[in-house]
């Protein structure tokens, strides 16, 4: 069980990068709207987007396979729980009774930033990866 829940978990959490690197291709005026509605305008630069759009495919492409892990998690960990800190509010106070601005859609992100922690601390357990079958670890 548990070598499936890894594998599934790292199939769907890569998915996720790529899925939003390509969003960052395909619609270039959403990205800057995120950037500026929760990231403080710093990646509003459209080919700065695409360019971080290629590098989200490939770092989630490196993980959907599990490829060089130990680089991949790292980058991973630093792009889903900076996600998760752009929509904080909406974290601690989803219905927003307390914080204005918030989302209950948004909460999710802390279950992908946690995914990311299990995903890092359990490296060693998944053995259904490229790194294991290229003899990597």
């Given at each position: 069980?548990?070598?499936?829940?890894?594998?599934?978990?790292r199939?769907t959490?890569?998915?996720?990068?790529?899925?939003?690197?390509?969003?960052k291709?395909?619609?270039?005026?959403?990205?800057?709207?995120?950037?500026?509605?929760?990231?403080?305008g710093?990646?509003s630069?459209?080919?700065?987007?695409?360019?971080?759009?290629?590098?989200?495919?490939?770092?989630?492409?490196?993980?959907?396979?599990?490829?060089?892990?130990?680089l991949?998690?790292?980058?991973m960990?630093?792009?889903?729980?900076?996600?998760?800190?752009?929509?904080?509010k909406?974290?601690?106070?989803?219905?927003?009774?307390?914080?204005?601005g918030?989302?209950?859609?948004?909460?999710?992100?802390?279950?992908?930033?946690?995914a990311?922690?299990?995903?890092?601390?359990?490296?060693?357990?998944d053995?259904?990866?490229?790194?294991?079958?290229?003899g990597?670890?």
């Amino acid at each position: 069980m548990k070598r499936w829940g890894l594998f599934l978990l790292r199939l769907t959490t890569g998915w996720l990068l790529v899925l939003w690197g390509i969003d960052k291709l395909q619609n270039v005026d959403h990205g800057v709207a995120v950037s500026e509605a929760f990231y403080l305008g710093l990646a509003s630069n459209t080919t700065l987007l695409q360019v971080f759009g290629v590098f989200q495919i490939l770092v989630g492409a490196m993980v959907m396979a599990g490829l060089k892990r130990n680089l991949a998690y790292p980058v991973m960990m630093v792009m889903l729980i900076g996600g998760a800190l752009g929509v904080w509010k909406s974290i601690l106070d989803p219905w927003g009774w307390f914080l204005d601005g918030t989302q209950v859609l948004f909460y999710p992100s802390a279950i992908i930033a946690a995914a990311t922690l299990v995903l890092y601390g359990t490296r060693d357990q998944d053995c259904m990866t490229m790194d294991k079958i290229m003899g990597g670890g």
